[in-house]
């Protein structure tokens, strides 16, 4: 589902181009592949004012609930910026799960990343923290 525009509040694509837009050339892989898939994503996104963002979109300070489509497993957990993340409850936005996700909506599936690592799931829920709200 890489071809379907995601949505980004301009707020959160500030915050992501510090983060992705340096040279990514001596990153590892398969972490350069999905960040160049991620700044492929960023390019082709749809900006909108934050406070014009649908509630069920999937934004940074956002908690998720997804389903593997792959294996059925269930989880939920808070998108947040790198330093913010602990790994478990609040994931990285630049973990391969964080920017699979980012900009999508409730209902979404989608395959996202290099063949050999995808990532094939489904967004089930969204809850939206008065930060993610927050101008930038």
């Known amino acids: 589902m890489k071809n379907k525009k995601i949505l980004l509040s301009d707020h959160d694509r500030a915050l992501l181009a510090g983060l992705v837009m340096p040279d990514v050339k001596g990153a590892a892989l398969p972490y350069l592949e999905f960040m160049l898939d991620l700044k492929d994503e960023l ?3 749809r900006i909108l004012p934050t406070e014009r963002m649908p509630d069920d ?8 609930w997804i389903t593997d489509l792959d294996g059925g497993a269930k989880e939920s957990f808070r ?4 330093e913010e993340s602990d790994g478990t409850t609040r994931v990285s936005v ?19 990343g290099p063949e050999a690592q995808l990532l094939r ?6 809850r939206q923290h008065s930060s993610c709200l927050e101008p930038a």
């Open 43 to 45: 390019k082709r996104a």
């Open 57 to 64: 979109v999937v934004m940074i300070n956002s908690t998720v």
């Open 79 to 82: 998108l947040v910026m790198p």
């Open 94 to 112: 630049l973990s391969p799960i964080g920017m699979a996700l980012l900009g999508y909506r409730v209902g979404d599936e989608l395959a996202w």
């Open 121 to 126: 799931l489904r967004i089930d829920n969204v």
